[in-house]
Structures are given as structure tokens and as C-alpha cells.
């Protein structure tokens, strides 16, 4: 999704310069400190400290040399938060946490400790400093600014990690006029991240399951800023009555994670099931209206969408979701014969 990471901070960060574009990384350069950056699309954020080209992966060790022998400048390394006592290097190597040479991997705390007046504490730290080898061919020294936030322990199974919820309602081309559609809002990250950064006439978050819908409704009721909103309507609805509910052509937007069928009982097939739900999805949605989809790449889409003439693909992105393959499609609702 790195092209609508591109999009979201060319817009948020007007002195942006943006140097590297991966699939999962942007090395870019800001004046803004990282307190004023509000960037929700990422889970990560690092202050670069060097960086270096490096197509071999055993070169690691060399990079790590290279720092050693120039040095550091005080202030790159330096935290002034006086809660901040301690540290630790954390190595990764394609995705995968490694160990560096002990000779190394002290020569660099040494010299870390000495400049910062952290002192090592390889177990638990306040300050995180990361030797990082992309398969791209980089190696980069980081200093970790954002906290680690384990989503495994407060995110329930399925759900979105908020990042990806920022992401799709940006793909949506969020508008402050709009009225937006979750009709698959599971636990609420769409219809939630986009009430909390996206100014919104009207939201509606619908799932067949009350459970949900009650999770929903908690989340709302302890959140300040949530409870505070007239906006957002939550309901118990099945796709297959979404036309009831909703009068047609009144939605601008639908965003949404639809089930994938790794959990959920259906009782028809998947993409029996996804034609159905983008029949109902398109009476509601107005002619120009958007559509966002995260579905499993195993779906057929093309197939899935055969006959639906006035629904046009704008954009398929390959993503990964929690490590399972899936695509992030964006549709455009068009009256048959206008060109896209």
C-alpha cells in the first residue's frame, strides 16, 4: 500500500521529501518532530540515524563496524525525556530478529551508553535503538520513536489493526460530506477510525452478529470522543436486508472487510455470498459512489463482479493482512456508458 502511504503524507506533511518507497517501508525527511507528525497509517516510526546500501545480507555486520569506527552525534542519539534510563539493540534481518557478534553488539552499547548516558538493559528498556537489513539491499540505524503496541493482546481475532482502517477510509477518499457504510463492522475499526480522523456527515455500522454490535457500542460509550458524536447510527443487520434498512442510492462511500470465510459460517459459497453482498452494497450506493474492499485473495473478484456493469475497478492493490494474502480494491459506481 505504499502509494497511498505516498498520497496520506504528501497531504499531512507539506515539507515532506520523501527518498525511499517500499512495500512496507518510506524513508522520508520532515522538519515536524515526531510529537506533531499524528500519522496513523503506520504502526512503526524511526529516527533514522545512518543508512546504508548493502546488497549482501551477511554485510550487516560491516555496517555495524562503520558506525562504530565514525561515531555518533550526541543530539541524534540523546533523549531528553527523563523517564528514559535504559536501552537495547534489536537487530532484523528480512523480517526476521537476529542476534549480531557480541564483540559487535557491545563495542556498539558501549559507545551508545557513552554518548547518551543510557545504560543497557537488553531484556526491558525505555529506548530501542534497531540495526534493520531490508531485502531491497539497505541496512539502516534507527532510534525507535513510536511504542510497541501488542495487538495481539488487544485486538480481537479478525480484527483490523487500526492502521489498515486509516488506510482504506483514506482509499475511500474520505470526504466530510459523506455518508459512509460499514455493513460488515465486525468489531468497528472502519466506521471507528473514520468517526475519530475523518469529518463525516453521517456513519452507519451494521453486522449481522449483536455481539459485535454490542462491542461497537461499548467501544463508543468509553471512548470520550466517540460518546460525544450524533453521527453514527449502529445497528444489527444482514446484508441480505441492507435494502431495507437503507433507501437505495443514499450512501457515498462503503468501506469494509467482509468475512473471508476462515471463520465465519456463511452457508453458501464465498463468492456466491460476495455477489449477493455487492448487489445489495451497489442499490444502496449512489451513482459515483466508492466502494473499499478487503478481501482474501483467494476471491475471484473479477468473477464476483461479472455482470455488475456500472461497477468499475479503480485500483487493486496485493497487501498483506496479518500475514494472509489479500487485495485492497477500490470501485467506482458509474451510470453505464460513463467513461471511468
Known amino acids: 500500500m505504499q502509494f497511498i502511504i505516498k498520497d496520506i503524507l504528501e497531504s499531512q506533511v507539506p515539507d515532506i521529501k520523501i527518498y525511499q518507497l517500499f512495500d512496507g517501508a518510506v524513508l522520508f525527511e520532515t522538519a515536524k518532530i515526531y510529537d506533531n507528525l499524528n500519522l496513523q497509517c503506520f504502526n512503526n516510526i524511526f529516527s533514522v540515524i545512518n543508512f546504508a546500501e548493502n546488497k549482501k545480507p551477511n554485510s550487516m555486520d560491516s555496517f555495524i563496524r562503520k558506525i562504530v ?29 537476529v542476534s549480531i557478534d557480541k564483540e559487535l553488539k557491545a563495542k556498539l552499547e558501549n559507545l551508545i551508553s557513552s554518548q547518551s548516558k543510557l545504560k543497557v538493559n537488553r531484556s526491558e528498556s525505555d529506548v530501542e535503538f534497531w540495526i534493520l537489513y531490508r531485502t531491497e539491499g539497505f541496512c539502516y540505524f534507527m532510534k525507535r520513536l513510536s511504542k510497541h503496541t501488542a495487538y495481539d493482546k488487544i485486538l480481537n481475532r479478525g480484527e483490523l489493526h487500526p492502521e489498515i482502517a486509516f488506510i482504506m477510509n483514506w482509499f475511500a ?14 468489531n468497528g475499526p472502519i466506521p471507528l477510525t473514520r468517526a475519530l480522523h475523518f469529518p463525516t456527515k453521517q456513519i452507519y455500522a451494521f453486522d449481522i452478529d449483536k455481539a459485535m454490535i454490542n462491542v461497537v457500542r461499548r467501544k463508543i460509550a468509553e471512548s470520550k470522543s466517540l460518546s460525544e458524536m450524533s453521527n453514527i447510527s449502529i445497528k444489527q443487520v444482514d446484508i441480505r436486508e441492507l435494502d431495507r434498512e437503507l433507501p437505495d442510492e443514499s450512501v457515498d462511500k462503503i468501506v469494509t472487510d467482509p468475512p473471508w470465510g476462515l471463520y465465519e459460517n456463511i ?68 451510470n453505464v456508458g460513463t467513461p471511468v
Open 267 to 334: 452457508k453458501m459459497g464465498i463468492e456466491e455470498f460476495y455477489r449477493l453482498a455487492i448487489f445489495k452494497m451497489n442499490k444502496v450506493l449512489k451513482y459515483n459512489g466508492i466502494i473499499v474492499l478487503l478481501v482474501s485473495r483467494q476471491i475471484d473478484i473479477d468473477a464476483v463482479l461479472n455482470g455488475f456493469h456500472d461497477l468499475r475497478i479503480l485500483q487493486n492493490f496485493s497487501v498483506l493482512v496479518s500475514g494472509k494474502k489479500a487485495n485492497l480494491i477500490k470501485l467506482k459506481k458509474l
Open 173 to 186: 477518499d474520505a470526504n466530510k460530506n459523506d455518508v459512509l457504510l460499514d455493513p460488515f463492522c465486525g
Open 69 to 97: 569506527n565514525a561515531g555518533l552525534e550526541d543530539e541524534i542519539i540523546s533523549t531528553n525525556n527523563e523517564n528514559c534510563n535504559t536501552f537495547r539493540i534489536i537487530a532484523s534481518l528480512e523480517n526476521q530478529l
